[in-house]
């Protein structure tokens, strides 16, 4: 949890490595999540690697029971599976409505969660400064509300809902698509495959919205006072398209994605080669 978000706010304490590619070229490597996980651990300890786990944890279970209770309070009758080409219509209804629905619990969730979120990663992201201004949950409540008001628990919220809403349409709708034109009635596996072409489908969908996931993420800390939300980790953003056009114009609107294979943001071409 934590290597993850140091590496989405740029912090790599640790030099990069020379490697090869699979084409046998030799590139610049950032330290991998194990690598990274043990400076921590020299740093602050095998707790250091817990940071703004309380708050995330509850974070996660505000999510999990509003979910549930806008189920309830919303339900949504079930139709019956239709994938016969005649029906197209009728199963492309059926797919808006759980669409719709599906999206609308997890935009109330997320707003509700969201300010614990914004606590988890600050927490967090103290390890950059060695700052201790958010040391517990109720703690950084007061002083969120005193020095930023009720939107500074909202902070990052816009472009994690984006991200969430443009997931759920284009994983379920491109789906459906596959399963409608693609996979054959006749084919004695096709009940498995389609059963198996959302999960594939949520894979694929969410490397191409992982931009809204760090931008949200970075807004959240960005300008709060922290060293890792300031100058010269970052620019102070007045808006989360202002930090979206920064990492765009930095090629880092991936950073962070990837916890193994991760390539330092300097060209192959920059270091001596034999």
């Not at 191409?208 to 620019?235: H, I």
């Not at 102070?236 to 950073?255: D, E, V």
Request: glycine content about 8%; aromatic content about 10%; overall charge positive.
């Amino acid at each position: 949890l934590l290597t993850g978000f140091l590496s989405q706010v740029g912090h790599e304490p640790l030099p990069p490595t020379v490697g090869r590619n699979v084409l046998g070229r030799k590139v610049l490597y950032l330290p991998g999540f194990f690598t990274y996980a043990r400076h921590i651990v020299e740093v602050d300890g095998k707790r250091g690697l817990f940071r703004g786990l309380t708050p995330r944890l509850i974070s996660s279970t505000l999510s999990t029971i509003t979910r549930g209770s806008v189920k309830k309070a919303f339900p949504l009758e079930d139709m019956e599976h239709v994938s016969n080409k005649d029906d197209v219509k009728t199963s492309l209804r059926k797919v808006v409505r759980e669409t719709s629905h599906e999206m609308m619990m997890q935009c109330v969730s997320r707003v509700v969660s969201h300010p614990l979120h914004v606590i988890s990663m600050r927490c967090m992201v103290q390890f950059v400064g060695r700052e201790v201004k958010y040391s517990g949950v109720f703690s950084a409540i007061g002083r969120i509300f005193k020095e930023e008001g009720i939107l500074g628990f909202f902070v990052g919220l816009v472009p994690h809902i984006l991200g969430d809403v443009i997931f759920l349409w284009c994983c379920n709708l491109v789906a459906h698509f596959i399963n409608t034109y693609a996979v054959d009635d006749n084919f004695s596996q096709a009940s498995v495959i389609r059963s198996y072409t959302k999960f594939v489908m949520g894979i694929a969908v969410s490397m191409l919205t992982y931009p809204f996931l760090l931008v949200g993420d970075l807004m959240a800390v960005n300008n709060c006072g922290l060293r890792a939300g300031l100058p010269p980790y970052a620019p102070a953003f007045t808006s989360w398209i202002h930090c979206w056009r920064y990492l765009s114009a930095q090629g880092q609107l991936f950073r962070g994605s990837s916890l193994l294979f991760r390539r330092a943001p300097i060209p192959a071409a920059s270091f001596p080669i034999d």
